[in-house]
Structure formats: structure tokens, C-alpha cells
């Protein structure tokens, strides 16, 4: 007996049927693990926000670090920066001790102040007397003595320095007087210059000199020059230091008496004494500008004389 074929049976599965049954699914595969290991979703999902959070951590870890790399980087610079500053600005200068000097009075003073300077030069001379001229402030009738020093080694290449008293003859030389070498020779290194005290502060200059019959006549010849020569430490509001009338004019000594001593002086049209100076002996020369000021001084140093 002859088998029959079999006969195909017809497939009544919808195709869209069979292709969704053939997709797995993320929540199919979940559904899987969590009845094949018994863990919950709940479990799963705060388990994969905690690996979230370690990452995180991890990255703002280290973000942290970068950012604090770079600002002690830049702390570290700043504070290097600063650190040259203060070395190179603010370094203690190496100690250097200074001696004193020894002041030798041609007259009563009753004030006396030092002007000292590390490098000399007429601007700084100039301008130092100007500054004391305007902020001066003594009684009336008063004498100021300004005396001027500068620095000197004591030895070479040592860091002991001294001081040492200005003489007439780098005063001369410093701001330029004109006064002639046979002059400058007869006077003796120490003078005293200072201000006195009275309607308005009054410039005076008392020279040494160790022969009046050579000195005389020189005086005479610095006449021409005296007033360009002192104007840059005679600062005073005077007509005849004026630039202008200095140009414009050539003003004339006169003979004149003060306290019984014969003087020569630039009178103004009324008789004023404008410039004067004087011999008080035959080794004092007085120069100023005042009256006041040129018997004021005649008068101390008259009475040194007497005392001696």
C-alpha cells in the first residue's frame, strides 16, 4: 500500500505576528534576569544611578585637582614675582656709619641746621636753601646758620664713611663765583652762611681772610660779579637778583657807614640798602642785604672781640 504525502499544513501565523515575536526587548531581557537572579528592578536601576554618580564624582574629582594645579600655579608665580620685587626694591642698604663733623662758629647763632648731601651739584645746593628759606619759621631778630656736608670715605673701600664741612673754596667752585684766584686764596676755608630773622628773612655770608691789604682790593674786582655769583643761595625777593634788572643794569657800589664801619653798598632810590658788605675787622667780611641784618651781625661779632 502506497503512502500518501503528506500535506503541507498551511501556516495561519500573522506575518507582523511572527516579526514582533522574533524582537527581543531591553525590558524583555530585564524581565529575564530578574526571574532567572531574583533582583528587582528597583535594585537594578539605583545600582546603574550610583555607577552615574561615581563617574561623576570621578570627573568633578578631578576637575577639582586641575583647577587647583592651576591656581597654586598662579599663586606660585605671583608670589615669586613679588618676592623679586621686595629683593630687588625693598633690600636693606648694606650699613654704613657716618661720623660726625666739627663746626667751627665765627658768630653767635641761635639756630643752626645741617644740609647734608650724598652728591653735590649748585641745583641741589640751590634748591635745599630755598626749601629751608621758605619754611623757616624763628623768632624776630633771630640767626640761622645753615652749614652744608657732604659725604667722604675715611678709607678706601671701606664701609665707614665721614663727613666733611663744605669749604669757601668748593662753594666757590660749585656755583661758580667769579671771584679771582688771589682772592680765593687770602680766604680761609671756613664760613658761615645762614638767614636772619626780620621783616622778611635776610641772606647773610661772613668770610675769613688771613690779610685785609690783599684781600681789599679784590673785593673791589668781585664787585662786577658778586650779585650773579650769589644769587643762586641769596634767595630773596630783591630787585637786584632779578635776571632781567641783572641784564639790564649795571648797578653801582657805593661808600656808606654802618656802626662806625665803612661799607660798600647797592643803595635803591631812596637810600635803602638793597646789597651791602663790609669789613667788621681786618679779618671779617660781612655780605648781605639788609641794614638790620648787616649791624645785627657787627654787633655779635664785636662782642667775640672783646671776650677774647
Not at 678709607?155 to 656755583?175: R, S
Amino acid at each position: 500500500m502506497t503512502e500518501q504525502p503528506t500535506t503541507p499544513q498551511p501556516n495561519n501565523q500573522n506575518p507582523e505576528e511572527k516579526k514582533k515575536s522574533s524582537i527581543r526587548t531591553y525590558q524583555s531581557d530585564l524581565t529575564k534576569i530578574v526571574l532567572d537572579k531574583n533582583i528587582s528592578t528597583t535594585k537594578i536601576a539605583i545600582e546603574e544611578d550610583s555607577k552615574r554618580r561615581k563617574l561623576f564624582t570621578k570627573i568633578n574629582v578631578e576637575t577639582k585637582k586641575n583647577m587647583a594645579l592651576i591656581i597654586v600655579s598662579v599663586a606660585l608665580i605671583i608670589a615669586g614675582g613679588v618676592s623679586v620685587y621686595l629683593l630687588n626694591i625693598l633690600k636693606p642698604n648694606p650699613t654704613i656709619k657716618i661720623q660726625g663733623v666739627e663746626i667751627k662758629n665765627l658768630i653767635h647763632a641761635d639756630y643752626q641746621k645741617e644740609l647734608f648731601f650724598e652728591n653735590l651739584d649748585k641745583l641741589k645746593l640751590s634748591k635745599a636753601v630755598q626749601n629751608e628759606a621758605e619754611q623757616m619759621n624763628i623768632p624776630l631778630g633771630s640767626l640761622i646758620q645753615l652749614y652744608f656736608t657732604k659725604r667722604i670715605p675715611l678709607e678706601e673701600g671701606g664701609q665707614e664713611t665721614g663727613k666733611a664741612l663744605i669749604t669757601i673754596q668748593q662753594l666757590a667752585e660749585l656755583l661758580d663765583f667769579r671771584m679771582s684766584d688771589t682772592l680765593l686764596r687770602f680766604l680761609e676755608s671756613d664760613f658761615t652762611f645762614g638767614f636772619h630773622s626780620t621783616t622778611q628773612n635776610s641772606p647773610f655770608l661772613i668770610l675769613k681772610t688771613r690779610s685785609f691789604e690783599d684781600t681789599f682790593p679784590e673785593m673791589l674786582k668781585w664787585e662786577e660779579t658778586i650779585l650773579e655769583d650769589l644769587r643762586s643761595i641769596f634767595i630773596e625777593d630783591n630787585i637786584v637778583f632779578s635776571k632781567d634788572k641783572l641784564r639790564e643794569n649795571r648797578y653801582q657800589f657805593k661808600d656808606i657807614v654802618i656802626k662806625n664801619k665803612d661799607a660798600r653798598a647797592i643803595l635803591d632810590g631812596g637810600g635803602k640798602i638793597l646789597f651791602a658788605y663790609c669789613f667788621s675787622d681786618n679779618e671779617t667780611i660781612i655780605i648781605t642785604t639788609n641794614k638790620l641784618t648787616l649791624q645785627e651781625i657787627i654787633e655779635r661779632l664785636s662782642i667775640i672781640y672783646h671776650t677774647r
